[in-house]
């Protein structure tokens, strides 16, 4: 039976088990010159490079290997030398990523994490990615109503329990040449199942919603399936690793305050306690002068992903006068 109190891991298969506060770091650049790279004796270990085609001028790609905290410093360092030597440029059509490892937390404190998100996306937004609310590729989740009602739904089969499936155990098929070839092979055959002489085992069926949510999100929750990772789009490029580190050292810090909740509903009272000012305070944020509409909205998101409701308008008693 999955529930709240499940481990991630348990539902991601073939995903490594890490430990802690781990992440992996995806920097994009324009007019990036590889040549002028080559020509220099620098030696790149933490990171890799990769033509990225979504991007224009030598658009290029810097992926980090997965850094524990004592090595971003050293690997933004290295990461500032090929920027340097190579003369990349950041652009609007650029932006940063990082990955936050999640594999060692419960479905619970994932929840968590999401819940307090939301409710500070738009702090978030004025003070590390001011203006990106309107890009298409790091769409914030207070504009998702579809997420707000993913989040509701499963979170509300969590709390019952989930009953889990199991894999199903691997068929071999073994053709004879000479006998005709049964139904249920053909239909194997349609489906794409059948390589070679075996059908492949279908994927376990995770069941939540939130494995197939939508990439192009501030908070993307695909990688979660392949990495075991959550990853933040909305911050832009930059060529000053500082403001690299301190954007990293934020999530971070989210990720610690949101798994030391007890469950996603007490964010939401200490947020109706303390308001806004209270959280950003808490998150080490330095702004909460943001519209009072993208909040409400925020608050309305959060509210449904941590699987509650308010009552609903046909079943409030009216005052009249």
Request: proline share 4%; with cysteine; aromatic share 8%.
């Amino acid at each position: 039976m999955i529930n709240l109190d499940t481990p991630l891991i348990e539902l991601l298969q073939g995903v490594q088990l890490r430990n802690g506060q781990r992440v992996g770091i995806e920097l994009e650049y324009e007019h990036f010159a590889k040549e002028k790279l080559l020509e220099t004796d620098l030696v790149i270990n933490k990171w890799y490079l990769a033509d990225d085609p979504s991007l224009r001028a030598g658009g290029m790609e810097l992926i980090s290997q997965v850094l524990l905290p004592g090595t971003i410093s050293s690997a933004l360092d290295e990461a500032r030398q090929v920027i340097q030597k190579s003369g990349a440029r950041s652009h609007m059509r650029c932006g940063i990523h990082v990955h936050l490892n999640m594999t060692d937390v419960t479905i619970k404190q994932l929840w968590n994490l999401l819940v307090l998100y939301v409710l500070a996306e738009p702090s978030i937004f004025k003070q590390y990615a001011d203006g990106r609310e309107t890009s298409h590729f790091c769409v914030p989740l207070w504009c998702n109503a579809a997420f707000a009602q993913t989040m509701y739904t499963d979170i509300n089969m969590l709390r019952v329990g989930i009953e889990n499936n199991k894999r199903p155990q691997k068929r071999a098929i073994q053709f004879d040449p000479e006998q005709p070839i049964e139904a249920d092979e053909i239909q194997a055959l349609v489906a794409g199942q059948l390589r070679g002489r075996g059908i492949r085992e279908p994927k376990r069926n995770r069941q939540l919603g939130i494995f197939s949510c939508i990439k192009y999100s501030a908070l993307n929750l695909r990688p979660l399936i392949s990495l075991g990772s959550i990853e933040f789009r909305q911050h832009p490029a930059t060529t000053d690793m500082n403001k690299v580190r301190k954007w990293i050292d934020f999530l971070m810090h989210l990720r610690t305050v949101a798994t030391g909740y007890d469950d996603p509903l007490t964010i939401l009272d200490d947020y109706e306690r303390g308001g806004l000012y209270a959280l950003v305070e808490k998150l080490g944020l330095e702004h909460n002068d943001v519209d009072e509409i993208d909040q409400e909205e925020a608050l309305d998101v959060a509210t449904m992903a941590a699987g509650h409701l308010p009552v609903p308008w046909e079943k409030l008693t009216w005052e009249m006068d």
